[in-house]
């Protein structure tokens, strides 16, 4: 069983900056492949980043069209913690964000690649 818990969401203007981060639970973090994901209401839960083990020390990241450019996914071994700093953020960003850990590297874009779920942090982007 692996424990995620996000935080750092908020209200923020069009423009504005905000940084998420999620702190998991367990001793093997740096072999895990995290992600990121949201959900705006009435839609259903679309991938944002992912950061997946590559063996060794080596990771691969990989983005949503959507955010491209303009958030940027890292990790903190030593803290057990991913993190998604999200810059330019437009009101469509709006949406509650979560934290994820993938059952394997393969296919991190996928929710069906996922095992544990964060509780979510609300992200609110005001035009």
């Known amino acids: 069983q692996v424990t995620l818990v996000e935080s750092g969401g908020g209200l923020v203007q069009a423009g504005g900056s905000l940084r998420l981060s999620c702190v998991a639970s367990?001793?093997?973090?740096?072999?895990?492949?995290m992600g990121w994901f949201r959900q705006a209401p009435g839609k259903e839960r679309e991938f944002v980043a992912g950061?997946?083990?590559?063996?060794?020390?080596?990771?691969?990241?990989d983005y949503s069209d959507s955010v491209q450019g303009r958030f940027t996914i890292s990790r903190d071994n030593a803290k057990n913690t991913v993190y998604l700093q999200m810059y330019s953020l437009k009101p469509e960003d709006t949406a509650v964000y979560y934290c994820?850990?993938?059952?394997?590297?393969?296919?991190?874009?996928?929710?069906?690649?996922?095992?544990?779920w964060g509780q979510g942090a609300q992200v609110t982007v005001s035009s």
């Open positions: 367990g001793r093997s973090f740096s072999t895990y492949s």
């Open positions: 950061i997946s083990w590559n063996g060794g020390n080596r990771y691969y990241v």
């Open positions: 994820g850990k993938a059952k394997s590297p393969r296919g991190v874009t996928s929710t069906e690649n996922y095992e544990f």
